[in-house]
């Protein structure tokens, strides 16, 4: 059976040990999408591994891998950052933990999407730096959801296709995938989350922006609550599955 030795630069999202001395890593990586490796004798190394499999880290993973085995195998990491404030600082930790839990619903192994890994180390950077967690992982979502084929529509009432306009109200339905104003609201089926005018526009905004003018980007407490609370039922939605940190990303709404 064939092996084949890769690199790529990677983004820790899950470690966990396995036997004495192993450890099983689950990485998204830029070239390959998310893969799952074993990292032999990791707990004890000293050079090959230490303080590099540590959560959130930005690390050049070498690997190989067999056909047919799910599992890689780990041979080296190379530490760029270990984004440190993200285990120090709870409110940056709960964001992060949040986002990790999304991409591994949200992504399967080995699909590459380098847009994907652009994102998530762009968000995990951004809320390292001291950058508002809540309004970074508000941005991430919206992308990732517009990278996965599921952007919310925000334009128009999804019902009457009526364009958006700051004189109606509007309510965002999750079955439909977007805005319903308050004239179809009434005959709408399904659960729907209230949005501002104010919090729809900077929403607009996050979806359209350039990467690097996203920080530029300020939500107030309301449009947090409203938009976290809106992408956190659409995302159970898309996903029919529950998002077990969204009751600690909660607490931090308060």
């Known amino acids: 059976m064939s092996t084949v030795s890769k690199e790529t630069d990677a983004i820790v999202l899950e470690c966990f040990d396995h036997g004495e001395s192993d450890k099983i890593v689950t990485f998204f990586s830029e070239n390959h999408g998310r893969i799952t490796g074993i990292a032999k004798g990791a707990n004890r190394s000293k050079k090959r591994f230490l303080n590099k499999l540590e959560l959130f880290s930005h690390i050049t993973l070498r690997y190989s891998e067999k056909q047919r085995s799910s599992l890689v195998f780990i041979a080296e990491a190379e530490l760029h ?9 709870y409110e940056r930790y709960i964001a992060a933990t949040f986002i990790r839990e ?12 380098r ?24 941005i991430l979502l919206l992308r990732l959801f517009q990278r996965l084929g599921y952007q919310p529509a925000l334009l128009d009432c999804r019902s009457c296709a009526a364009p958006f306009t700051s004189k109606r109200s509007y309510r965002f339905h999750h079955m439909a995938g977007g805005l319903i104003c308050d004239n179809c609201a009434r005959d709408a089926a399904g659960g729907a989350a209230d949005l501002s005018t104010g919090t729809i526009r900077i929403l607009q905004s996050a979806m359209s922006e350039p990467v690097e003018r996203l920080h530029r980007l300020h939500f107030s407490r309301q449009a947090q609550n409203q938009a976290l609370t809106m992408l956190h039922r659409y995302g159970r939605n898309i996903f029919q599955r529950e998002i077990h940190s969204w009751k600690a990303m909660r607490g931090l709404m308060q």
Request: hydrophobic share 40%.
């Open 81 to 89: 950052s270990s984004h440190i404030q993200l285990r120090r600082n």
């Open 115 to 138: 847009e994907i890994y652009s994102l998530l180390l762009w968000s995990l950077q951004a809320i390292d730096e001291g950058r508002d967690p809540l309004g970074t992982t508000i």
């Open 102 to 113: 999304i991409l591994l619903i949200a992504t399967t192994e080995r699909e590459e999407d």
